[in-house]
């Protein structure tokens, strides 16, 4: 499960990347890297899930980062590295069976991957931050075992 949600967050890390850079419509970014891929059932699906509502809320996404990333500008921060963070922020607020650690693990692994060599400091960082805030100001909600 472990491996199918790492492939499904790169698998939304890159689809993401391609609605940024091409500015296509989602639906079409969707049929074209994620439901014709040739990942499983269960990878495909949240993939999009992830893609869907890291793209629908982005703006919010945006201003817990920008809040974080104190002394940067936002447009000067790598387009992937703003990508791997919205999908974590995504997860830490739309996705409640995910505990935040892990999604902050995952955003690490998937930077260090795809990014420059010190990303993965730099999102570490900025995703401590914002999960600080969200749990202080209680807008985290997790269910299950060891989320509570």
């Given at each position: 499960m472990l491996n199918n949600r790492r492939q499904a967050r790169?698998?939304?890390?890159r689809a993401f990347?391609?609605?940024e850079l091409s500015g296509n419509e989602l639906d079409d970014?969707?049929?074209?890297?994620?439901?014709?891929?040739?990942h499983d059932e269960m990878t495909r699906t949240f993939a999009?899930?992830?893609?869907?509502?890291?793209?629908?809320?982005?703006?919010?996404?945006?201003?817990?980062?920008?809040?974080?990333?104190?002394?940067?500008?936002?447009?000067?921060?790598?387009?992937?590295?703003k990508l791997v963070m919205r999908i974590c922020v995504c997860e830490f607020i739309y996705f409640e069976d995910i505990p935040p650690k892990v999604s902050i693990d995952e955003a690490i692994e998937i930077s260090?991957?795809?990014?420059?060599?010190?990303?993965?400091?730099f999102i570490n960082g900025i995703l401590d931050g914002i999960l600080n805030y969200l749990m202080n100001k209680d807008l985290i909600k997790k269910t299950g075992r060891g989320l509570g």
């Open positions: 790169e698998l939304a890390l990347y391609a609605h970014v969707v049929d074209e890297m994620i439901k014709n891929g040739d999009e899930r992830l893609l869907r509502a890291s793209v629908l809320n982005k703006q919010k996404l945006e201003e817990l980062i920008t809040k974080q990333a104190h002394n940067w500008d936002f447009s000067r921060i790598a387009i992937l590295d260090k991957k795809y990014s420059t060599e010190k990303s993965n400091l």
